[in-house]
């Protein structure tokens, strides 16, 4: 049996397909906002983990908030057993507020339990593999699963990568998987 393709249909199936391709991976608005938030802040994203942790316990996540009305790094830390978001200011890196971590943000708490390997020093490695600064980062798996994933902007802010630090037998090792422009 043959079939034929009506021409309105290979238009809307060639529409379809190339709105698809337009749409991947590109860089949605609110995450080009905290893109120039995290290249404008004089506070560096390791530099607001470790402003997080000062206060004991371990980050395991980072990201950053901006609103047209201002923006801070929100830093995920276990203390003990507490999961907290820690804001510090993108400005003057001071702790500007704390709540308990919740639903995503409370994942990864103990995903680099033993490692070699630090949250912040992971996103350092990522920075300089990608020549950039961090949008954000998570720890994810356990044991020889463990990773960092971190996402760099790179080329001024026209770009992100994203690249996964590996924690696997204590080897450190850093793949970037994918970027979006």
Known sequence: MKRIVSSR????ALVLATAATAFAGSIEAGD???MAAVLESPVTPAQAVKIAETGGGRAYGYGMEATPHGHWYEVDVLRGN???ELRIDANNGKVIGSSPAR??????AHALDGGKLTFGEAITQAERAGNGPALEANAAGHGDTAHVDVDVIQDHGKRIAHYRVS???GRIGTVMTGTDS
């Open 82 to 84: 507490a999961r907290l």
């Open 103 to 108: 639903g995503e943000d409370a994942h990864g």
């Open 32 to 34: 080009r906002l905290e």
């Open 167 to 169: 924690m696997h037998g």
């Open 9 to 12: 249909t290979l238009v809307a």
